[in-house]
């Protein structure tokens, strides 16, 4: 039986394309142990690809993927030229979803930095990720461009999955949050280093 009373955590995933960030994010998804639900924003199209799983493209079609656990989002019916405010309803609407029952509860963001960036971010992403784990919502997050990430998901972040990075600007944010950038900017293309930033341990591991 799955156990919904694990804490939720709050992932970052930094690299450049193609080393594998995205591929580390859906092994995730799908090996993540004691999920209620999985909320996924699509505006590409490639995460329903992917997952072989279709996408939801009305209000009506969200609330309907919910019993299966896995809701995935293409907005481009709803917004139709308007990312930005797309994902915006798509937090806000994660959240609240997320407050009617019980249960551990992920919501994933390829490429983060189309949304946010140092100075500026939507309220209902910062609604997610600082009060997320009241409602026991997981923000997962994917970027490769780590020194756009804004203070509301840093510091809410506990876990740093770095796949490898060379442009010195993402070395030095890494390592200001704790990585070892000599280390990331060497790791072969499929290769990361996980880094606990609560506990400060670290894993190696690879996804091709």
């Not at 995205?22 to 993540?32: S, W």
């Not at 341990?201 to 091709?208: D, L």
């Given at each position: 039986?799955?156990?919904?009373?694990?804490?939720?955590?709050?992932?970052v995933?930094?690299g450049?394309t193609g080393?594998?960030?995205?591929?580390?994010g859906?092994?995730?998804?799908?090996?993540?142990d004691?999920?209620?639900?999985?909320?996924?924003?699509d505006?590409?199209?490639?995460?329903?690809?992917?997952?072989?799983?279709?996408?939801?493209?009305?209000?009506?079609?969200?609330?309907n993927?919910?019993?299966?656990?896995?809701?995935?989002?293409?907005p481009?019916?709803?917004?139709?030229?308007?990312?930005?405010?797309a994902?915006r309803?798509?937090?806000?609407?994660?959240?609240?979803v997320?407050?009617?029952?019980?249960?551990?509860?992920?919501?994933?963001?390829?490429?983060?930095?189309?949304?946010?960036?140092?100075?500026?971010i939507?309220?209902?992403?910062?609604?997610?990720s600082?009060?997320?784990?009241?409602?026991?919502?997981?923000?997962?997050?994917?970027?490769?461009?780590?020194?756009k990430?804004?203070?509301?998901?840093?510091?809410?972040?506990?876990?740093?999955v770095?796949?490898?990075?060379?442009?010195?600007?993402?070395?030095?944010?890494?390592?200001?949050?704790?990585?070892?950038?000599?280390?990331?900017?060497?790791?072969?293309?499929?290769?990361?280093?996980?880094?606990?930033?609560?506990?400060?341990?670290?894993?190696?591991?690879?996804?091709f």
């Amino acid at each position: 039986m799955s156990d919904f009373t694990l804490p939720p955590r709050q992932t970052v995933i930094v690299g450049m394309t193609g080393s594998g960030k995205t591929g580390f994010g859906i092994k995730y998804l799908l090996n993540a142990d004691g999920i209620a639900c999985r909320f996924i924003f699509d505006d590409l199209g490639q995460m329903s690809a992917r997952l072989k799983i279709p996408h939801a493209a009305t209000a009506n079609e969200l609330e309907n993927a919910i019993a299966s656990r896995w809701v995935i989002y293409n907005p481009h019916r709803m917004f139709p030229g308007d990312v930005k405010r797309a994902f915006r309803f798509f937090c806000d609407w994660t959240f609240k979803v997320s407050r009617r029952g019980r249960g551990r509860k992920i919501i994933f963001a390829d490429e983060i930095w189309r949304f946010q960036d140092r100075e500026e971010i939507p309220p209902e992403l910062a609604t997610v990720s600082q009060m997320g784990r009241v409602e026991n919502l997981e923000l997962v997050t994917a970027t490769q461009r780590p020194q756009k990430l804004n203070d509301s998901i840093l510091g809410s972040a506990t876990e740093l999955v770095c796949f490898r990075l060379t442009e010195s600007v993402h070395l030095r944010k890494i390592e200001s949050m704790g990585a070892d950038a000599s280390a990331v900017s060497r790791l072969p293309l499929g290769q990361y280093i996980s880094y606990d930033l609560i506990k400060g341990g670290q894993f190696s591991g690879r996804i091709f």
